[in-house]
């Protein structure tokens, strides 16, 4: 299992008391209302909308918050025009990164994520230069305490699951194809299996292992990315040690 994937485990048991929950549900708006805008306000039609509307419903989003997002999609209440864009580099140790953004200024977007890869030891680089080495996949997570492995495997599998991992030591990590993660997400939750933290992103295909100050140095890189408030997700290929990575998010 990548790097990648145990960090966002631990990221998915710290969110629930994350003391930064405001900028969380900023970001998690701001995806319901470019969903909205890119598929239409029909949760049930529009499977990123259904998503995002389960992750800040995961968060303990009100409704009314939900709604307002999906109404500014659609152009049922005006605000800022939001962009996607996609940014592409490299870390410390040679480690590929993917970072996707929804922002209104794409200028002073850019010039403050090329800032943070400086600062971080890395290099943004041009559009294509590291997307080749990620595919798009469903994640979802679940604590191994809470249910029965094989259970869960075949539960999932026949749900149209394509793998299930169980090296991370808390959690299972279930990967979908893109088409199949509410599917199987659905699935689960009818089983009463419940769900720790799900996402559909950029998965890699081959990792880098790092260790030691390049490792922190790259998840200081992440967890800044992921901070910035126009930046929706980031997705990286690093490869470290379970425990070293405890560790090291632990400091």
């Not at 629930?16 to 039609?45: H, W, Y």
């Not at 419903?57 to 025009?81: F, V, Y």
């Not at 090329?114 to 469903?138: A, D, I, P, Q, T």
């Amino acid at each position: 299992m990548s790097g990648h994937s145990k960090w966002s485990s631990i990221k998915h048991k710290k969110a629930a008391t994350d003391a930064k929950r405001g900028k969380l549900f900023t970001k998690l708006i701001k995806e319901i209302t470019i969903a909205a805008r890119l598929g239409g306000g029909d949760i049930k039609a529009n499977p990123r909308l259904r998503t995002a509307v389960a992750a800040a419903k995961a968060q303990s989003m009100p409704n009314d918050n939900i709604d307002r997002a999906i109404k500014k999609g659609t152009g049922e209440l005006g605000g800022a025009q939001l962009e996607t864009a996609i940014y592409e580099g490299y870390g410390p140790g040679g480690v590929a990164i993917i970072a996707e953004a929804l922002t209104d200024n794409r200028n002073r977007t850019v010039a403050e994520i090329r800032y943070l890869f400086g600062r971080h030891g890395g290099n943004l680089g041009e559009s294509g230069c590291v997307g080749w080495m990620f595919k798009k996949k469903g994640i979802i997570s679940v604590d191994k305490g809470k249910v029965d492995e094989e259970k869960l495997f075949d539960l999932a599998l026949e749900a149209g699951a394509e793998d299930m991992a169980s090296d991370d030591p808390e959690s299972f990590q279930i990967t979908t194809a893109p088409e199949n993660y509410q599917a199987v997400r659905d699935a689960l939750e009818k089983a009463g299996i419940p769900i720790a933290g799900g996402e559909v992103t950029l998965a890699p295909e081959n990792t880098v292992r790092v260790s030691g100050h390049t490792a922190e140095q790259v998840l200081k890189l992440v967890e800044e990315l992921e901070d910035h408030d126009d930046i929706q997700s980031v997705s990286a290929n690093f490869d470290i040690d379970a425990d070293e990575l405890a560790h090291i998010s632990a400091a």
